[in-house]
């Protein structure tokens, strides 16, 4: 199975670094050791969970999203993995309003390999979905209401990912 190497990297922090290191040529050391350290604490059972899910979706994955807010995918264009083809067909189509952008000289971990660059798309995006007539939140004159908005998505989104990523194991 091809996918099986893939399967295995959970607790193979040698592993980890060498996929790592194979999807992205700009990594720096430093951060190659940071995105290994962050991997080694997945437990090897959500790793193999993560890989399935990839290699043979889910059932909601073909359908489009109940999710009906704004939506921004990043991609590098020197990333092999996730494709063009892919994010147009497998994910941007799912949502409604969903923006692709693509960071130049960057490859899987684009958001640490070009930090500026994405921060400023980000930027962008949140500027235009949090100042848009949609009144998700109305622009005020010194932009107050947006920029209390953002941080709070911001406080969530992080409590959000560090509480997925130390949770305990799902029963069986």
Same mark, same amino acid.
């Given at each position: 199975? #091809?996918?099986?190497?893939? /399967?295995? #990297? *959970?607790?193979?922090?040698? *592993?980890?670094?060498? &996929?790592? =290191?194979?999807?992205?040529? #700009?990594?720096?050391? +430093?951060?190659?050791?940071?995105?290994? &350290?962050? *991997?080694?604490?997945?437990?090897?059972?959500?790793?193999?969970?993560?890989?399935?899910?990839?290699?043979?979706?889910?059932? !909601?994955?073909?359908?489009?999203?109940?999710?009906?807010?704004?939506?921004?995918?990043?991609?590098?264009?020197?990333?092999?993995? $996730?494709?063009?083809?892919?994010?147009?067909?497998?994910?941007?189509?799912?949502?409604? %309003?969903?923006?692709?952008?693509? $960071?130049?000289? +960057?490859?899987?971990?684009?958001? $640490?390999? /070009?930090?500026?660059?994405?921060?400023?798309? #980000? !930027?962008?995006?949140?500027?235009?979905?949090?100042?848009?007539? %949609?009144?998700?939140?109305?622009?005020?004159?010194?932009?107050?209401? +947006?920029?209390?908005?953002?941080?709070?998505?911001?406080?969530?989104?992080?409590? =959000? %990912?560090?509480?997925?990523?130390?949770?305990?194991?799902?029963? =069986?």
């Amino acid at each position: 199975m #091809l996918s099986e190497p893939f /399967r295995s #990297l *959970g607790g193979n922090v040698e *592993g980890q670094r060498a &996929v790592r =290191q194979q999807l992205s040529t #700009l990594l720096t050391d +430093a951060d190659l050791d940071r995105l290994t &350290v962050v *991997g080694a604490r997945v437990r090897p059972e959500v790793v193999r969970d993560l890989v399935d899910a990839w290699n043979t979706g889910h059932p !909601d994955g073909a359908r489009p999203s109940r999710y009906t807010g704004p939506v921004l995918v990043v991609r590098g264009d020197d990333d092999g993995f $996730i494709t063009p083809d892919l994010v147009a067909g497998g994910v941007v189509k799912r949502f409604a %309003s969903a923006k692709s952008v693509v $960071i130049d000289r +960057a490859g899987h971990w684009v958001h $640490i390999e /070009r930090p500026a660059a994405v921060a400023a798309e #980000l !930027d962008d995006f949140l500027e235009e979905t949090f100042t848009a007539p %949609s009144g998700i939140c109305p622009k005020d004159t010194d932009g107050a209401a +947006a920029k209390a908005r953002l941080h709070e998505t911001k406080e969530t989104h992080t409590w =959000q %990912s560090a509480r997925t990523l130390n949770s305990p194991p799902r029963a =069986q």
